[in-house]
């Protein structure tokens, strides 16, 4: 089972990456600790959205659980708030990967995403999935590109349909070029930029929106 958490709180940086929560969430079976954080090395980036009443401070993953309601006793001391979701995991880019906590080479940016009103799930999904999909991996400079369509809330707070991950070059956090791909040319860029939003906007991914510029740490727990 895959769980995604968002979390708000100012001491994340330290407490999510402590050894002693590792240890703790190994002994519930938990196989990998993925951690998205908000901090020093994306401090800089432009792109960011927020719906909820204050930024979400960190996202944190974890593969191989058992028992949500352990995994979630855990996590809610070190947070002043978190809501919590049992997710799917589809893969179109596989991210690179890294040692055991040393943290991602790139800017991972986290989107929070819910179904427009008026819209079936199953019409949000082929849009998103079925359509969207290559769309972003034709015209973004994607390292990585992560969906979790939430399957269902843990914590009663916070309507979440999705959460997405993708990865880009360091670079992507300032220059346009980077981000999208387009090589310096603006023309490109804008043909990019223009096909990009035009396919987000029909499964609703232009409003009621979270997106999280972090740093991305995995760390194997087995």
Not at 88 to 107: F, H, I, K, N, Y
Not at 139 to 148: F, K, P, T
Not at 182 to 200: F, N, P, Q, V
């Amino acid at each position: 089972m895959k769980l995604t958490y968002l979390l708000w709180g100012a001491e994340l940086k330290t407490r999510l990456h402590d050894g002693e929560l590792r240890r703790a969430l190994s002994c519930c079976g938990v196989s990998e600790l993925q951690v998205n954080i908000r901090d020093e090395y994306v401090a800089a980036a432009e792109l960011w959205m927020c719906t909820y009443d204050a930024p979400v401070d960190a996202v944190v993953t974890l593969r191989g659980v058992e028992d949500p309601d352990q995994i979630t006793a855990l996590l809610r001391p070190l947070a002043d708030r978190l809501d919590g979701f049992v997710v799917d995991e589809l893969t179109p880019l596989r991210p690179p990967r890294t040692d055991s906590g040393v943290r991602a080479d790139a800017l991972a940016r986290i989107a929070v995403m819910r179904i427009p009103a008026g819209m079936t799930r199953a019409q949000w999904l082929e849009n998103w999935i079925g359509d969207h999909t290559q769309v972003a991996l034709d015209n973004q400079a994607s390292l990585g590109y992560i969906q979790n369509p939430v399957l269902g809330s843990i914590t009663p707070d916070g309507r979440v349909d999705a959460v997405v991950e993708e990865l880009f070059p360091m670079a992507a956090m300032s220059d346009p070029h980077a981000y999208w791909g387009s090589g310096g040319d603006d023309a490109e860029l804008e043909r990019r930029c223009t096909r990009m939003l035009d396919s987000i906007a029909r499964f609703g991914a232009d409003r009621d929106l979270d997106v999280i510029p972090t740093s991305r740490y995995v760390y194997s727990l087995r």
